[in-house]
């Protein structure tokens, strides 16, 4: 699988968009980008995923760039509750078989 | 939403003895599940991919006698801590894929305490 590459922390302000963004420059033709987040003591929730268009869903937007090496998290209306740690995965859809590699992720901070 | 459902949420017991730890897809089947483990302020790092009906198949450097693996359903797969030890304290958890949606969902985990 692709590595990626986020940032270590960033943080934004309570109503404001959050923007994560995220490398993946050796992403194969194959593999579609997720976006997971884990807050405090709890498993992974999905949020995102797409191929090559960007997506939007109730939670968040992904915006992927035309060449594929990066991709841009946006929450339009951040709020407390979305402090958290996001993780960027690079994986190929395989079937019920395909394996997400956690990397260390970016810590969001939501202030008040 | 599909949902996978785990149990239990923490568990704490004495070293030597044995934990279950039970993974559900509540409304979808999985033929696939996967179990992480996860050490204080590290990600997580996949343990063993679960297989319907087959053996697990176990990522380098997890010992399978230690945990053990059993998918006996379309719904669950269940990871048999043995013999636990205080090294094997950990946040453990499992998940599957909705192969419709192309999408792996995860459970809330389990946080194991052995003293």
């Known amino acids: 699988d692709a590595k990626t590459t986020q940032p270590p922390s960033m943080d934004c302000a309570e109503g404001r968009a959050a923007n994560l963004p995220c490398n993946h420059s050796t992403i194969s033709g194959n593999e579609y980008v997720y976006w997971y987040r884990q807050i405090h003591s709890q498993g992974p929730q999905y949020i995102i995923h797409g191929l090559k268009n960007n997506e939007t869903n109730e939670m968040a937007s992904l915006i992927i760039t035309e060449d594929r090496k990066s991709s841009t998290l946006i929450l339009p209306h951040a709020t407390l509750r979305d402090t958290a740690v996001y993780y960027c995965i690079a994986a190929p859809y395989t079937g019920a078989n395909s394996k997400l590699t956690f990397g260390k992720g970016i810590t969001l901070s939501v202030r008040p | 939403g599909a949902v996978v459902s785990q149990h239990p949420s923490w568990v704490i017991c004495k070293s030597g003895t044995s934990v279950k730890i039970e993974c559900r897809s509540l409304d979808f089947q999985a033929t696939t599940m996967f179990w992480y483990r996860q050490f204080p302020k590290q990600s997580l790092m996949l343990m063993a991919t679960?297989?319907?009906?087959?053996?697990?198949?176990?990522e380098q450097g997890v010992e399978k006698d230690k945990f053990l693996i059993n998918h006996a359903s379309l719904t669950l797969s269940t990871l048999t801590v043995t013999s636990a030890h205080p090294e094997d304290s950990s946040f453990y958890i499992c998940?599957?894929?909705?192969?419709?949606?192309?999408?792996?969902?995860f459970g809330a985990g389990t946080r194991l305490s052995v003293l």
């Open positions: 998940s599957a894929t909705r192969i419709a949606k192309n999408i792996q969902y």
């Open positions: 679960s297989n319907e009906g087959s053996k697990a198949t176990y």
